[in-house]
């Protein structure tokens, strides 16, 4: 079967070595992206594992009352996302179900001069 495949023809414009070169950037984009997931996941878990050590002393100093809190796991979750093309874009919830690919944009008019000053957020 192999030899076979290398007999065909190539398809019409595809040039061999810029495919290869294109495929090895998109694999070094995406282990640079799953590199930061892991980053950001690490940072996440740090800040929750402070807040659940201050509500574990808290209950500690006063009378316990509801459930315990369950101790956290280190994982990455499926809302630890990043975009390759644009890292201030985010899959967002919108009105009337679903998600888009969107950004997180703030926007400010000054009544007397009409300027529009925009903010757009991200990491």
Do not use: W
Not at 2 to 22: F, H, T
Not at 84 to 90: G, Y
């Amino acid at each position: 079967m192999a030899e076979a495949a290398d007999k065909e023809d190539v398809p019409d414009g595809m040039k061999i070595p810029e495919e290869l070169s294109r495929r090895r950037a998109r694999l070094e984009a995406i282990a640079r992206a799953k590199a930061e997931i892991e980053d950001r996941a690490k940072e996440r878990h740090a800040r929750e594992l402070d807040a659940y050590e201050e509500k574990m002393a808290k209950r500690q100093k006063e009378k316990p009352r509801g459930k315990v809190p369950k101790p956290l796991q280190k994982k990455i979750k499926d809302k630890d996302q990043i975009n390759l093309t644009d890292k201030a874009s985010r899959v967002m919830p919108v009105s009337g179900g679903g998600f888009e690919q969107a950004y997180n944009a703030q926007a400010c008019v000054d009544v007397d001069s009409m300027l529009i000053v925009r903010d757009r957020t991200g990491p």
